[in-house]
Nanobody
Framework: QVQLVESGGGLVQAGGSLRLSCAAS????????MGWFRQPSGKEREFVAA????????YYADSALGRFTITRDNAKNTGYLQMNSLKPEDTAIYYC????????????????WGQGTQVTVSS
């Protein structure tokens, strides 16, 4: 079992920044990747970024590239998503998840999910 708890969401003006955290506990060593997804209201959950726990190699959706940075602190079992230059279209519930198998870009490849944290970007 893996437990994930996100924090750091909130309301920010366009152009602002937020840093999301994802604290992991349990059998985290059994999972290679941690990913961030987001789900705008009324839309599908979509991939944002992923990171390899061991090497720190990162992967981004086109919408996040150049603005968002995913990192991890292995000692704290915590992942982060630094979001800069936020836009109103970034408004969504953001989830972290641990990868099980398959493509890291598909939500069905992830098994454990946090409860989500709301990010709202005002124009």
């Amino acid at each position: 079992q893996v437990q994930l708890v996100e924090s750091g969401g909130g309301l920010v003006q366009a152009g602002g920044s937020l840093r999301l955290s994802c604290a992991a506990s349990g059998r985290t060593f059994s999972r290679s990747f941690m990913g961030w997804f987001r789900q705008p209201s009324g839309k599908e959950r979509e991939f944002v970024a992923a990171i390899v726990w061991s090497s720190g190699q990162t992967y981004y959706a086109d919408s996040a590239l150049g603005r968002f940075t995913i990192t991890r602190d292995n000692a704290k079992n915590t992942g982060y998503l630094q979001m800069n230059s936020l836009k109103p279209e970034d408004t969504a519930i953001y989830y972290c998840a641990t990868h099980r198998d398959g493509s890291i870009y598909y939500r069905t490849s992830y098994d454990y999910w946090g409860q989500g944290t709301q990010v709202t970007v005002s124009s």
